[in-house]
């Protein structure tokens, strides 16, 4: 009986690996029309929204995502430049900032694009037998004279890629352990550190990624550009 179990158990693992991979080749490439019609050449990152119960999650991502767009070779607007030129304007929160119009960003700004953020994990989970931290986020880049959608991603990072769950010290072990990571992210706040993985995966050129911007040297190189 236990054999029979096990066996079936294999069986719908393999079948779900396959799905897995059968799933993660049919993902459609991304259509760049638009981005290359409008061509950006400098973005506006504005305050990423927070859908997460962490209040770090904003501030916390948004340290971290200016440098991977410069690194693509844009001219992104500095971050404080952005938090005072909105505080002066009477708006101090992420919500507030999205629901500027885009005429107005444009104007007041200049910039060719702005970056929407949505964090949507941000935070040690624990789960009985595991702890595991874990940020989340989509982004949508919008020309700012059109409003023309540009391009869409989201990426994730999680302590989890890193763990090596081999179960010893039985149940209670691994109960134990759980909670003491649980402990050790909360008093660290590793989710600072995960914020910045994930940005670099959410902003990174290549496959479905942002372009290569006027500043690099694989501008017009990278794939979807030519």
């Not at 496959?207 to 794939?223: A, D, E, M, T, V």
Request: net charge positive.
């Amino acid at each position: 009986m236990q054999f029979r179990t096990l066996r079936t158990l294999f069986i719908l693992s393999l079948v779900a690996l396959l799905a897995t991979g059968c799933a993660h080749r049919r993902q459609k490439a991304f259509d760049y029309t638009a981005y290359k019609q409008s061509d950006p050449k400098s973005i506006l990152v504005l305050p990423p929204l927070n859908s997460t119960p962490d209040i770090k999650a904003t501030n916390s991502m948004l340290s971290f995502m200016t440098r991977p767009l410069a690194e693509a070779g844009y001219y992104v607007f500095p971050v404080a430049v952005m938090d005072e030129t909105f505080k002066q304007n009477g708006l101090s929160t992420a919500g507030d900032i999205h629901a500027v119009p885009i005429n107005k960003l444009q104007e007041i700004f200049g910039a060719d694009a702005a970056l929407y953020v949505n964090v949507t994990k941000y935070g040690s989970v624990y789960t009985v037998i595991n702890s595991e931290t874990v940020v989340a986020a989509e982004a949508r880049l919008v020309d700012l004279k059109t409003g023309q959608l540009l391009w869409t991603g989201k990426a994730s990072a999680s302590s989890a890629e890193q763990q090596n769950n081999n179960g010893g010290g039985g149940i209670v072990g691994v109960l134990v352990s759980a909670a003491v990571k649980q402990v050790i992210n909360s008093l660290t706040n590793e989710s600072h550190r995960y914020a910045g993985v994930t940005s670099e995966r959410l902003l990174a050129t290549g496959h479905n990624g942002i372009l290569y911007g006027p500043r690099s040297p694989q501008y017009g190189k990278g794939k979807g550009q030519q």
